[in-house]
């Protein structure tokens, strides 16, 4: 029998199966024994490097030459606005001129199967005949290679340079000819391709796109959206089907309009799609209980399986969050009307029911499709404010029959979550403040108040409810998943504890609790800031999920989101989930939905969802940049954020924004890296992650939202020391893992 097949056997078998393949099938299929399983994957790890296999999530899919699967160069577009491409190598002498592919795109493609002119691809072929051969797109292949992003900077003779916005190419301006300009301006955002690569002078390229025009900071934000092919443009058809749309009528629905329920969000927010009421329950085998209700903007009534709408909000899978836009995933007409709470509107909701005991501990619960009216909307401050006697007159009327019933509940909820134990990491939040122009104010670290605290709890509740009648049900659904940190990190943290004389216990999972344990540990201590820090990196991070295997953070065994429908899709499924599940409706989950199409729709979001992240991230980087670059030479305070081979990266307090000391720059004598302690450390000096430092701003690189420092007291041969300045805004803090809906700042539920 054989035990081991062949490199082109395994292509083979792989093309041929249909479902699931990975190394388990493999190795039924030929019979390889247990002890050569190890060379049956470096097989597999060879031929996937080589671009004939791909692997996603443990699966593994056919990839060759033309046909089934080819790398490709995308060349441009058909009449139709298609894309078309060519297979990177092709032996014309042999074959003669190569193929032109037709590029199809799904509707419901991950952000990398998504391709630009200039791209480069891996494709599967779907269809090859004399006439035509069409296929899709299955991995984005690395397209800093070809394409470029950047700043065109016009030159008085013609033609121009391209500025990167990529903070990896500072430094490697490309030039363009006049006539490869293609009529950009100065200040425009272009797409470049890469003609040539410099030995000595510059690269030099094309201009094959314009993309818009970054005169002012209030564009700063579309260097992120293209940069991360963000889908920020409606068509007309998605448009049109918005505007078609019509308000909900009561009929199928409890009328609960009588509940006096409020919103209470950013003061800034433009979409109020949650809604919260608390009385004391009135039942006798629940003394000092309460009754929690949670009404979520019913969007599953517009947002239809299959329609023109229902796959845009697939293709985006979240809105996103800038300083000085929002894209969102829905039309304004369903995102800021039809599905907006508004205070005083009759509005459909998707409520739950929630039963608190005295404990904290929810009793029951159960799901309503319902239709509320908004008694008010509030903002967090002010509806903290209320509660602590300085009302308005939006809260003098509703403080003790509307508010002090919230704050009750929240109370008792509260202590079962101190109970529960999740994980209590305190990160920095930052938001960056706009001037009407668009240009930078300031940044403020928003104080994190109780008023914040009894939403997310409340959310959190919801949302574990969700799962639990979908799972009774049998219903599939999209979970918020957590995985537990690896093996590998977790050993990593204890090796930098052992440096602090911190013990981690070996063996076992580490629990939420016994993370906990350690951060009280060193609470209040100088180590407090730096031990956060190494905690934090030892997190995976959460994703999207048909398949639940819990929420390690928030230290729950099932967690699904319901609470944002209007700017996650997968609150949206989880919606339609709960509609065909307690039969609510006809507008609930398709009956072919099942666990695998799920799956795909999890990998999309999931992807998405770190886009968006990734670009809101990259866009407050360049924000900051573009404030602080009238003030190079300037010392700020701040903190060792991370610790590398090539240096030191700094997080200022003052704005949150980071920046890098170059290793070659931190003193004048040897420094010694350090991995298992975080630090550089030398014979006097030794700087370490979460060290208190005083840096100098040497350069700012607004384009690229780079930053880089010196420390600031090196030139006299010490340490820098942090030193106190006065106007410097308190630095405030969330808690880590329990924000599972914020509408500013950093997008969504951030790394849990």
Same mark, same amino acid.
């Given at each position: 029998m054989r035990h081991l097949p062949s490199r082109e056997e395994l292509v083979a078998f792989i093309r041929e199966r249909s479902g699931k393949v990975g190394v388990r099938e493999i190795a039924r299929a030929f019979g390889t024994k247990n002890a050569d399983r190890a060379a049956l994957k470096h097989m597999l790890r060879d031929l996937t490097d080589e671009g004939r296999i791909d692997r996603r999530r443990k699966r593994l899919h056919h990839a060759g030459t033309l046909p089934p699967v080819v790398l490709a160069d995308v060349t441009g577009r058909d009449g139709d606005g298609e894309l078309l491409a060519r297979p990177t190598e092709w032996d014309e002498e042999v074959h003669g001129a190569p193929p032109v592919i037709r590029i199809h795109t799904p509707r419901r493609a991950r952000p990398d199967e998504i391709a630009g002119v200039g791209d480069r691809a891996l494709l599967r072929i779907e269809r090859s005949t004399a006439e035509e051969t069409s296929g899709r797109v299955i991995k984005l292949i690395d397209r800093a290679k070809h394409r470029a992003l950047g700043i065109f900077r016009a030159l008085a003779g013609g033609g121009g340079r391209l500025v990167p916005i990529d903070k990896k190419q500072l430094g490697r301006e490309l030039a363009i000819a006049a006539e490869a300009a293609a009529g950009a301006a100065d200040g425009d955002l272009v797409a470049v391709e890469v003609s040539r690569h410099g030995r000595f002078g510059l690269s030099s390229?094309?201009?094959?796109?314009?993309?818009? !025009?970054?005169?002012?900071?209030?564009?700063?934000s579309l260097i992120a959206i293209h940069a991360h092919?963000?889908?920020?443009?409606?068509?007309?058809?998605?448009?049109?089907?918005?505007?078609?749309?019509?308000?909900?009528?009561? &009929?199928?629905? *409890?009328?609960?309009?009588?509940?006096?329920?409020?919103?209470?969000?950013?003061?800034?927010?433009? $979409?109020?799609?949650?809604?919260?009421? &608390?009385?004391?329950?009135? $039942?006798?085998?629940?003394?000092?209980?309460?009754i929690v209700s949670v009404a979520i903007a019913d969007v599953a009534h517009y947002v239809l399986p299959g329609s023109q709408l229902d796959r845009e909000a697939a293709k985006r899978g979240n809105s996103v969050y800038f300083p000085d836009r929002v894209?969102?995933?829905?039309?304004e007409r369903i995102s800021n009307d039809l599905?907006?709470?508004?205070?005083?509107?009759?509005?459909?909701?998707?409520?739950?029911?929630?039963?608190?005991?005295? $404990?904290?501990?929810?009793?029951?619960? !159960?799901?309503?499709?319902?239709?509320?009216?908004?008694?008010?909307?509030?903002? @967090?401050?002010?509806?903290? %404010?209320?509660?602590?006697?300085?009302?308005?007159?939006?809260? *003098?009327?509703?403080?003790?029959?509307? %508010?002090?019933p919230l704050y009750a509940a929240y109370r008792a909820v509260a202590r079962a979550r101190d109970e529960r134990g999740p994980l209590d990491l305190d990160v920095p939040e930052r938001k960056i403040v706009l001037k009407s122009d668009g240009t930078v104010d300031r940044v403020v670290m928003p104080q994190r108040l109780e008023a914040h605290r009894l939403i997310e709890e409340f959310?959190? %509740? &919801?949302?574990?409810?969700?799962?639990?009648?979908?799972?009774r049900a049998k219903i599939p659904l999209i979970y918020r998943v957590h995985d537990e940190p690896s093996p590998e990190k977790l050993n990593a943290l204890r090796e930098f504890l052992a440096t602090l004389d911190i013990s981690l216990p070996k063996g076992g999972a580490l629990r939420p609790d016994g993370f906990n344990r350690i951060l009280a540990r060193v609470k209040g201590r100088d180590v407090e800031r730096l031990v956060n820090e190494v905690v934090l990196r030892t997190q995976a991070q959460a994703e999207y999920s048909s398949e639940n295997f819990g929420h390690f953070g928030l230290n729950l065994r099932r967690y699904a989101h319901f609470t944002s429908p209007i700017r996650r899709y997968a609150d949206l499924i989880v919606h339609r989930a709960l509609i065909r599940a307690l039969k609510l409706g006809a507008d609930g989950l398709p009956d072919g939905a099942d666990t695998r199409g799920l799956a795909e729709i999890a990998a999309n979001i999931s992807a998405t969802e770190r886009r968006a992240m990734k670009a809101e991230r990259e866009t407050a980087d360049r924000l900051i940049a573009h404030f602080l670059a009238d003030r190079v030479g300037a010392i700020f305070d701040g903190h060792i954020s991370g610790v590398t081979r090539a240096g030191l990266f700094v997080e200022l307090d003052e704005t949150g924004a980071d920046g890098f000391i170059p290793a070659r720059t931190i003193g004048? *004598? @040897?420094?010694?890296?350090?991995?298992?302690?975080?630090?550089?450390?030398?014979?006097?000096?030794t700087h370490r992650l979460?060290?208190?430092?005083?840096?100098?701003?040497? *350069?700012?690189?607004?384009?690229?939202?780079?930053?880089?420092?010196?420390?600031?007291?090196? $030139?006299?041969?010490?340490?820098?020391?942090?030193?106190?300045?006065?106007?410097?805004?308190?630095?405030?803090?969330?808690?880590?893992?329990?924000?599972?809906?914020?509408?500013?700042?950093?997008?969504?539920?951030?790394r849990l």
């Open positions: 390229g094309r201009v094959v796109e314009r993309l818009g !025009s970054l005169k002012t900071e209030r564009a700063v092919d963000i889908p920020h443009v409606f068509t007309r058809a998605v448009l049109a089907e918005a505007e078609a749309t019509r308000e909900a009528s009561p &009929a199928g629905r *409890e009328d609960w309009r009588a509940m006096p329920f409020v919103t209470i969000d950013p003061p800034d927010a433009k $979409d109020h799609d949650d809604a919260v009421h &608390a009385i004391p329950d009135a $039942d006798p085998r629940n003394p000092g209980g309460h894209v969102p995933m829905l039309p599905c907006s709470l508004r205070p005083h509107v009759d509005r459909p909701a998707l409520a739950v029911r929630m039963v608190i005991g005295a $404990d904290g501990g929810k009793r029951s619960h !159960s799901f309503h499709r319902v239709l509320i009216r908004s008694a008010a909307r509030l903002h @967090y401050e002010q509806a903290q %404010l209320a509660v602590s006697g300085r009302t308005d007159e939006i809260t *003098e009327p509703i403080v003790d029959k509307i %508010l002090a959310m959190i %509740l &919801a949302n574990v409810a969700a799962a639990e009648t979908c799972e004048e *004598e @040897y420094f010694r890296f350090h991995e298992a302690g975080r630090a550089f450390v030398g014979r006097s000096a979460g060290d208190p430092v005083a840096v100098e701003l040497v *350069e700012a690189a607004p384009v690229a939202g780079a930053l880089r420092f010196r420390l600031a007291d090196q $030139d006299r041969g010490r340490p820098a020391r942090t030193t106190k300045r006065a106007g410097h805004p308190p630095r405030q803090s969330k808690k880590f893992g329990a924000n599972s809906r914020s509408k500013s700042g950093r997008h969504g539920p951030g």
